[in-house]
């Protein structure tokens, strides 16, 4: 989310919430909309929304970047394969997020005893979203310049190239002879990117401490722990 607003060049303020103690001003503008208490929630002049895909969604057609093109991209058959993308990146998720879990580990937990299916279900996953690269030409899902589909996938992508070569015997950029590593390289070249990327040995440090992918939901941190370059 940082990255795309980044992109975008919005102005914005983050505010974080401690899901394990939640503010009553935020409990009360989410049961106002009408939307579950859950984050990322944007808050834009008395409209909320949620949903991370949503807001992307919102963000990218409400503040357009007259110095980059449209990150839905310009035909409609472009539009098209761009919003295949997104509604498969769930699956893309789900997928690697099952492997990290293995056969101990709850959702979004860091288990042991991955399976040798859990891998090949994540690896086929790998092999969708290279073939679009591919297809595509890249170094980007769509081409030569980044799209919505790419900023979405990237804070998996980018988690679990961390996560798995510590807690599972594979890496995700060695699948497709290295070239998801690529894409992941020309991602990080991107400032947006490099600004909303957590601290690799800070993240790494708190994945081996609690055990989960989403543990700011149950233990407070701040975003100076992980990300000290925004400071």
Not at 4 to 19: H, N, T
Not at 105 to 116: A, F, K, L, N, V
Not at 169 to 179: V, W
Not at 185 to 197: P, V, W, Y
């Amino acid at each position: 989310m940082h990255g795309l607003m980044s992109l975008q060049r919005v102005p914005f303020q983050a505010v974080q919430i401690d899901l394990s103690h939640k503010s009553k001003w935020f409990t009360q503008l989410c049961r106002d909309e009408g939307l579950p208490s859950t984050v990322p929630v944007i808050d834009f002049e008395g409209l909320a929304q949620t949903d991370s895909n949503a807001i992307c969604r919102w963000v990218s057609e409400t503040f357009a970047n007259p110095d980059h093109p449209d990150l839905m991209y310009n035909t409609a058959k472009d539009k098209q394969q761009v919003n295949k993308l997104i509604q498969n990146c769930s699956k893309f998720a789900s997928a690697g997020l099952d492997l990290l879990a293995g056969r101990t580990g709850r959702s979004w937990g860091i288990g042991t005893g991955q399976s040798t299916a859990q891998w090949e279900a994540f690896e086929q996953q790998l092999q969708r979203f290279q073939a679009s690269v591919d297809q595509s030409g890249g170094p980007f899902l769509m081409g030569s310049t980044v799209s919505l589909a790419d900023l979405i996938y990237m804070p998996f992508m980018e988690r679990f190239a961390i996560a798995m070569p510590a807690f599972t015997p594979h890496d995700p950029c060695d699948a497709c002879d290295g070239r998801i590593g690529e894409w992941l390289a020309a991602m990080r070249q991107l400032e947006c990117c490099r600004l909303a990327a957590p601290d690799q040995k800070l993240f790494l440090q708190a994945l081996n401490q609690e055990r989960s992918l989403d543990f700011f939901d149950f233990t407070t941190y701040t975003a100076h722990q992980l990300h000290p370059h925004l400071q």
